[in-house]
C-alpha cells in the first residue's frame, strides 16, 4: 500500500460553519501513521491554522479507529532500511505535527471514534480537548512487542494520568475503552458512538463563541504553567493578559466588561460576551 498510497489522500477535511473537520485517511489501516500521511498532516496543519473561516479544529478518523499509532511497516521497518537519516528523518515529521498541534493557532478538539494506540497518543495529547466514543478502545501496545511508549507517550500518560493508570496502561499493554479513559482523565469525556459527532459539534460551537485571541493566550498559557513555580506563574499570566490585550484589536476584554456592567446583556459565569457586538462598536 505504501507504493501506492497518494499523499494528498492519507488526510483529509472539509470546513463548516467555522469548524475544520480533518481526518485521518487511512481506514484500512487502521488509520496508523505513516511518512506520508505526517507529511500530509503539517501541510493540513499549515493550510488551516490562519484561515479566516476556521475557527476550531477536530481531528478525527474515518472507519473504525482514530489513530492505530505508527505504521509498523513503513515507519521502523523501511524507515529503519535507510539507517540513522532515514530514523531522524521520519521521527521529525511526525513529531514536528505533534508539536505543531500543540501550540496551534486555533483551539482543537480529538474526537475519538474508535483505536487509538501508542503513538495515537501523541496527537491526542496534542489537541486542547478530547471527547471520544464509549466504545473506542486506547492502548499502549508497545510493552508486547519489546520497545517502550516512546516519541513522548510515556510523558503523555505520566502528564495526563495517576501514577497507578500510566503504569498500568504501560506496563501491561491493556485495553481500556472510552468510559474508563473519560474516568482517568486521559479525555475529557465520553459518549456513545452515534451521539460522537453531535457532541464534539456542540463544544466546538461552545469554543466558537468565545474570543480568539484570548482562546489561544489561554490554552498556551495551560501548557506552560504547569513547569513554572507559583511566583513564575504568577509573573507570567500578568505578562500574558497584557500580550492578549495587545494582540486584541477588538479590544474584547473592555467590551465585555462593557456588555457586563454598563449593559448588563449578559453574566459572564454563564456565557461569552457578543463579539459581534464589539467588532461593531470598537470600529465605530
Request: with cysteine; glycine share 10%.
Amino acid at each position: 500500500m505504501s507504493e501506492t498510497e497518494n499523499e494528498a489522500d492519507t488526510v483529509t477535511f472539509t470546513i463548516d460553519n467555522g469548524i475544520a473537520w480533518v481526518y485521518f485517511s487511512r481506514p484500512a489501516k487502521r488509520n496508523a501513521m505513516s511518512p506520508k500521511l505526517n507529511r500530509r498532516m503539517m501541510a493540513v496543519l499549515d493550510e488551516l491554522e490562519f484561515r479566516e473561516d476556521v475557527g476550531v479544529v477536530v481531528l478525527g478518523g474515518e472507519g473504525s479507529a482514530w489513530s492505530a499509532g505508527m505504521d509498523l511497516k513503513e515507519y521502523f521497518r523501511e524507515t529503519e532500511a535507510n539507517g540513522l537519516r532515514g530514523v531522524r528523518k521520519s521521527q521529525s515529521e511526525s513529531y514536528g505535527w505533534f508539536r505543531r498541534l500543540r501550540w496551534f493557532q486555533k483551539p482543537t478538539i480529538a474526537m475519538v471514534n474508535g483505536w487509538c494506540f501508542g503513538g495515537g497518543f501523541g496527537p491526542l495529547f496534542g489537541c486542547d480537548l478530547a471527547i471520544t466514543a464509549d466504545e473506542a478502545k486506547f492502548g499502549l501496545s508497545e510493552i508486547n512487542w519489546g520497545i517502550l511508549p516512546g516519541g513522548g507517550v510515556t510523558k503523555v500518560v505520566v502528564d495526563l494520568l495517576p501514577m497507578r493508570d500510566a503504569m498500568w496502561l504501560t506496563l501491561t499493554g491493556d485495553l481500556i475503552d472510552g468510559k474508563q479513559a473519560a474516568a482517568m482523565r486521559l479525555v475529557n469525556e465520553s459518549v456513545p458512538l452515534d451521539r460522537l459527532k453531535a457532541r464534539t459539534e456542540e463544544v466546538a460551537r461552545m469554543l466558537l463563541e468565545k474570543n480568539p485571541v484570548t482562546l489561544k493566550f489561554a490554552k498556551d498559557a495551560v501548557r506552560r504553567v504547569g513547569l513554572m513555580t507559583y511566583d513564575e506563574a504568577e509573573d507570567y499570566l500578568v505578562r500574558m493578559q497584557e500580550a492578549c490585550n495587545f494582540h486584541d484589536k477588538t479590544e474584547g476584554r473592555k467590551e465585555g466588561i462593557r456588555q457586563f456592567i454598563d449593559e448588563k446583556s449578559y453574566k459572564p459565569g454563564l456565557g461569552a460576551y457578543d463579539k459581534s457586538r464589539a467588532a461593531v462598536t470598537n470600529e465605530g
